[in-house]
């Protein structure tokens, strides 16, 4: 005679085994690697701190402090 099985385990399961060959396939499409992240990080850092020193320097001259 077979083993009982639990319907509601075994369903769930199979969801999550789906589940992970769906995040595993969602990592390889959009996934970044760290050394990317960290990258981009730098970039948007160094982007945001050349507009805000240009902005300063507009104030400066608009106010005629220009030094």
Known sequence: MGDVVN?????????????????EANRALFGRT?????RDEFLGERSARVLDQHLLNQQRIESGDAS
Do not use: N, T
Request: glycine share 4%.
């Open 34 to 38: 760290k050394s990317e992240r960290a």
């Open 7 to 23: 319907l509601k385990r075994f369903k769930k399961r199979g969801e999550r085994e789906q589940a992970a060959k769906q995040a």
